[in-house]
C-alpha cells in the first residue's frame, strides 16, 4: 500500500509527495464545511456527504464499516479529521467506491423493465427501491422520484434519468 504521509495525530505534518498532499488538500476542503466550530470534528451523520462530495459512492453499509474504523472507542457522535484524514487518503488512492457507467445504470434499469417498454412507473420502482436489497427511505424514495418522474408522462425515462444521475451532472 502506499504511504500516506499522515499518522493518527499529525494532521498538520507536511506531506512530501504531491499527489497525496493534493488528497489531504480535497480531503479537508470537503471536511471543512461541516466542521461547524472549526474544532477538526464533524457529526457522524455528515461522513456519508463528504466522502460523496469527494467523489466516491460506498453503499450506506460501507459508509457503516468506515465509520467504525475512524470512530473513537467510546463513540462520541463526532469523527475527527486526524482519523478520517488517513482513512480517506487511502480510500481515494486505491480508488474505491467508484460511481457506476452509465451503461452499467442503464443496463441496472432494464433488468427492472421487464417489458422492455423503457420507462418505469414510480410505483414499480417504489416496489423495488422500498422492498429489495439496500432499502431507500420514504424520504429517499420521495426525493428520488421527485427528480426521476417525467411529469408529463408520469414515469421514469431511466435513460433520461441516468444521465441527469451521473456526478458530472448533479449540482
Known amino acids: 500500500m502506499a504511504e500516506t504521509g499522515i499518522d493518527a495525530g499529525e494532521t498538520n505534518k507536511p506531506v512530501t509527495d504531491p499527489l497525496v498532499a493534493e488528497i489531504h488538500k480535497r480531503i479537508r476542503e470537503a471536511f471543512s464545511p461541516f466542521d461547524d466550530d472549526n ?6 451523520r ?5 466522502i460523496r462530495s469527494l467523489g466516491c459512492y460506498p453503499t450506506e453499509a460501507e459508509i457503516g464499516d468506515m465509520l467504525q474504523e475512524v470512530e473513537e472507542e467510546e463513540p462520541t457522535g463526532f469523527i475527527r479529521l486526524e482519523k478520517f484524514l488517513p482513512m480517506m487518503t487511502r480510500v481515494l488512492q486505491e480508488r474505491r467506491y467508484q460511481p457506476a457507467s452509465e451503461e452499467q445504470l442503464v443496463q441496472a434499469f432494464q433488468v427492472l423493465d421487464v417489458d422492455r417498454k423503457s420507462h418505469l412507473t414510480p410505483e414499480e420502482i417504489k416496489k423495488y427501491l422500498m422492498e429489495e436489497g439496500e432499502k431507500f ?3 429517499e424514495m420521495d426525493e428520488m422520484l421527485s427528480a426521476a418522474v417525467d411529469k408529463e408522462k408520469g414515469t421514469i425515462l431511466y435513460r433520461d434519468f441516468v444521465t441527469y444521475m451521473l456526478p458530472e451532472n448533479v449540482q
Not at 39 to 44: L, M, Q
Not at 46 to 50: F, K, L, R, T, Y
Open 39 to 44: 474544532n477538526g470534528t464533524v457529526d457522524v
Open 137 to 139: 427511505t420514504q424520504d
Open 46 to 50: 455528515e461522513v456519508g456527504a463528504i
